[in-house]
């Protein structure tokens, strides 16, 4: 069983950077995949990167690459988000999920854990 916390969400401009945490409990979080999805109002939960146990492989969704990168402490049981040159199409609720598999994936029902969420809007 995996319980998993997010924060750092908040309202920043057009431009600036913001990093969100995931932090989970259990022992064996470290033979965890994770992956960040995002939830913009009236649309459809959306994929925005994920790294492998290890954090040896990291995977990002077109529209962040380049700009988002995820990375993880095991010492802290943590996952964070480092998100830079925010753009307001960038805004919703950020969540962390995670699985116990090497291979994280993309899909939503591909993961077993979820935390609650943060909110990220930018301004334009």
């Known amino acids: 069983q995996v319980q998993l916390v997010e924060s750092g969400g908040g309202l920043v401009q057009a431009g600036d950077s913001q990093r969100l945490s995931c932090a989970a409990s259990?022992?064996?979080?470290?033979?965890?995949?994770v992956g960040w999805f995002r939830q913009a109002p009236g649309k459809e939960r959306e994929f925005v990167s994920a790294?492998?146990?290890?954090?040896?492989?990291?995977y990002y969704a077109s529209s962040v690459k380049g700009r988002f990168t995820i990375s993880r402490d095991h010492a802290k049981n943590t996952v964070y988000l480092q998100m830079n040159s925010l753009k307001p199409d960038d805004t919703g609720v950020y969540y962390c999920a995670a699985k116990r598999a090497v291979v994280p994936g993309s899909g939503p029902y591909e993961y077993d854990y979820w935390g609650q969420g943060t909110q990220v809007t930018v301004s334009s």
């Open positions: 790294v492998t146990p290890s954090g040896g492989s990291t």
């Open positions: 259990g022992r064996t979080f470290s033979s965890y995949a």
